[in-house]
């Protein structure tokens, strides 16, 4: 079993930046490719970015490339997610999940999940 909290969410104004974080523990991380999602009120999770077991291969979503970075750090069981340049349209909570699966770009692919934070955006 894989627990994982989330932190590092707040009220930002448009254009500022969070970095998230999602501490694990039950297991080490090392194994388990990891992922972001989002959900707003009233709509559906979506998919946010992710980053393979070693940290070689990381994807985002189009909404957010170029101004988020997931990165991780296996030795601290973390997973950060860096969200520069932030929208109004970014206003969700953000949860962390931890897959078995290579490169999950599902919810349903993933096997773990945190209880999420939120993040508003205020302009």
């Known amino acids: 079993q894989v627990q994982l909290v989330e932190s590092g969410g707040g009220l930002v104004q448009a254009g500022g930046s969070l970095r998230l974080s999602c501490a694990a523990s039950?297991?080490?991380?090392?194994?388990?490719?990891m992922g972001w999602f989002r959900q707003a009120p009233g709509k559906e999770r979506t998919f946010v970015s992710l980053?393979?077991?070693?940290?070689?291969?990381?994807y985002y979503a189009g909404s957010v490339k170029g101004r988020f970075t997931i990165s991780r750090d296996n030795a601290k069981n973390t997973v950060y997610l860096q969200m520069n340049n932030l929208k109004p349209e970014d206003t969700a909570v953000y949860y962390c999940?931890?897959?078995?699966?290579?490169?999950?770009?599902?919810?349903?692919?993933?096997?773990?999940w945190g209880q999420g934070t939120q993040v508003t955006v205020s302009s």
């Open positions: 999940a931890a897959a078995r699966s290579y490169l999950p770009h599902q919810a349903v692919d993933y096997d773990y």
């Open positions: 039950g297991r080490t991380l090392s194994t388990y490719a």
């Open positions: 980053i393979s077991w070693s940290g070689g291969s990381t």
